[in-house]
Each structure stands twice: as C-alpha cells, then as structure tokens.
C-alpha cells in the first residue's frame, strides 16, 4: 500500500461520503471561495470585458478624447488611449493587456478582471480605485471605468505591475512602454539552424517570481495530494492550483493564498503537506505546472473518485479529464 493510500486515503473516502451528503461542503477544490458566477461568455473568452453590450455608461465629462494621447509597447501603437480628469493616461485594457502577454480574466457580475502574468497578479474593478497588485492593496490616482463599452485602465499602474516600465513625453502627449520579456517568458532562442526555439524558464528564474517558499509549497501540496500518481496527474493538480490564481472566481493572489483557502485541500486539513515525504518528481510536476503545462484541461477541481460516484456539487461540473484516481472538472460556464 502507498504511504499516501496508507494515511490519507481511508480518511479521505470516509470524509467524501459525508461531503456527498452536504450541500455546499467543500473537498480537493470546492467552491468555497468562489466570488460570483461570471457569464458563459466572459469565461470563455476572458478578452469579454471590453465587449460589453451597448449603451454602457459614456465617457465621463471632462476625459480628452481618444487620439488626443498616444501609448506605444515597444514601439506597436496601442490604440484609443484617453486622459481622465486626474490627468492619467486610461488605455482599453484587454488592448494592452494582450499587447502585454497577459492573461486576462473578467468577471460580469463584480465589473472585476484579473490579469495574470508569471510572478505577477493585478486585480482591478471598474469605479473602483482600490485595486491588487501581488496581493497588496493599492489605492489608484484615477479608477477604471467602462466607456463606449470598454474597460479604460490606468496606463502605469497596470503596465508596471505586469513588469513593463513607463516613460511619459509631455510634450508629445505620448507614453512608452518597454517590455524586455513579452509574456513574462524569456524571448525565443534562435537554435542552430535558425528556426528558433522557444526556452522555458528555468527553475532560478520561476524561483524568482514565485519566491522560493511558494514554490516549496506547490511542490508539498502536489507531492501530498498525488503521492501515488502518474507524473502527468501531479503536474495537473499543479495546474488547478495554477488556474485558480489566475482566475477570478477564487480569492488569493499567491500560491500560499489559494493553497491555505479555507476547505479548499484535504492534505492541508489533515497534515499530509508535511508529513509525507518528497518524492523528486513532485517538485519537477511543480516547476513544469509554474511554466504554464496544464494536462487538466483547465480544470478549477479535481477529486479522486474512483471507488464513489459523484454527487451533489460534484455532478454538476463537467469532467475535463481523468488522470489515474483523479478526476478534474471545470463549471459548466467555463466553456
């Protein structure tokens, strides 16, 4: 018997039949920090938020109309820049923050997006000028707002928390965006015959976005929860964790801060994290889950239901995959 079935698989089947039979309980990836259904096409395509329907609320009085300030990212024109009555520059945020590399989630009901880039997570709201940057609270010189049934975003504080830097011509009413790694991936390494290779990041650099001890954490939480796993099914609960920082129906903009959601991981509850000892592929599943690999299909839970049938919560989520023991889900909005 493996030591995980061993210590923590009888408790865990004892506590999923009484899960199954509570409506709302939480295991392995339960909703307990979901913020607000977000609509099937927000989800499904992130970029929605600048897609909102027509008749949104105008620009507001006293903003310099579009074309009156430029905005530039590594020199490619970022278009309809506008200044706000604070005199910052307000760009239409999925415009840079594709521009940018990032990763890009909205969600209707709340007026929130998310942005996501390795080592670096804004969240923003739109009238809302407190605003998220790597889990610190920030208060914003001027506040997101829907005009013509786009997201304008402060040009700096969203460009800068992502990595970018930012020079302001006053002159020329023009700002520049520099960006030395688009995408927060190190730039294609042409190989030997000139066709190019894309490089990963290596272990140094995802040590230092994350920070050493998150990482260490990822690795414990995958090496618990997927002791006895395939190595494919350990860099997929990696990824559900991966998934739920970027996305925001969960609170947290850290890995620890998912990890230690409340209900959300059984090895957290029950001690497993720390106890087992480290395989060394847990941390390779870790690192490859860190450089964007996702076998779960962008699956938000997953739970070992082999020997019970889902119920509940459980049935209500569409399967992306299973993986060994391990089944993962996504909602049914989520495309």
Do not use: C
């Not at 929130?112 to 889990?135: E, K, M, W």
């Not at 190190?186 to 990963?200: K, N």
């Not at 272990?203 to 998150?214: F, K, N």
């Amino acid at each position: 018997m493996h030591l995980a079935r061993k210590h923590g698989r009888a408790f865990g089947l004892a506590l999923a039949a009484i899960l199954f039979l509570a409506p709302g309980a939480q295991a392995d990836g339960a909703p307990d920090q979901q913020r607000g259904a977000a609509t099937a096409e927000a989800v499904a395509h992130p970029a929605a938020a600048d897609a909102s329907a027509a008749g949104e609320a105008a620009a507001p009085a006293g903003e310099v109309p579009a074309g009156n300030v430029r905005v530039f990212l590594n020199d490619w024109e970022i278009a309809g820049a506008t200044m706000s009555p604070e005199s910052r520059v307000l760009v239409p945020m999925r415009a840079l923050f594709e521009a940018l590399g990032a990763k890009v989630y909205w969600d209707e009901a709340s007026q929130t997006v998310r942005a996501f880039l390795p080592g670096h997570t804004i969240t923003l709201q739109a009238g809302n000028r407190t605003a998220s940057r790597d889990g610190e609270t920030v208060t914003l010189d001027s506040e997101p707002r829907i005009a013509a049934g786009r997201l304008l975003i402060p040009l700096r504080f969203a460009a800068e928390s992502l990595g970018a830097t930012v020079a302001w011509d006053a002159a020329k009413k023009e700002a520049r965006v520099t960006l030395d790694w688009p995408g927060g991936i190190r730039p294609v390494a042409a190989s030997a015959d000139g066709a190019g290779a894309a490089t990963a990041p290596s272990e140094e650099e995802l040590i230092a976005r994350y920070g050493a001890e998150d990482v260490e954490l990822l690795a414990r939480v995958i090496n618990a929860e997927a002791y006895d796993e395939p190595y494919e099914g350990k860099v997929a609960v990696g990824a559900v964790i991966m998934n739920r920082l970027r996305s925001p129906r969960f609170q947290g903009d850290t890995i620890r801060e998912i990890i230690y959601a409340k209900g959300q991981f059984m090895v957290v509850w029950n001690g497993l994290i720390d106890r087992l000892p480290m395989q060394a592929d847990s941390r390779r599943a870790a690192l490859d889950a860190l450089r964007g690999k996702d076998p779960s299909r962008g699956a938000l839970y997953f739970a070992d239901l082999t020997r019970a049938r889902a119920k509940g919560f459980w049935a209500r989520l569409v399967v992306t995959v299973r993986i060994g023991s391990h089944t993962f889900f996504k909602l049914p909005t989520d495309g």
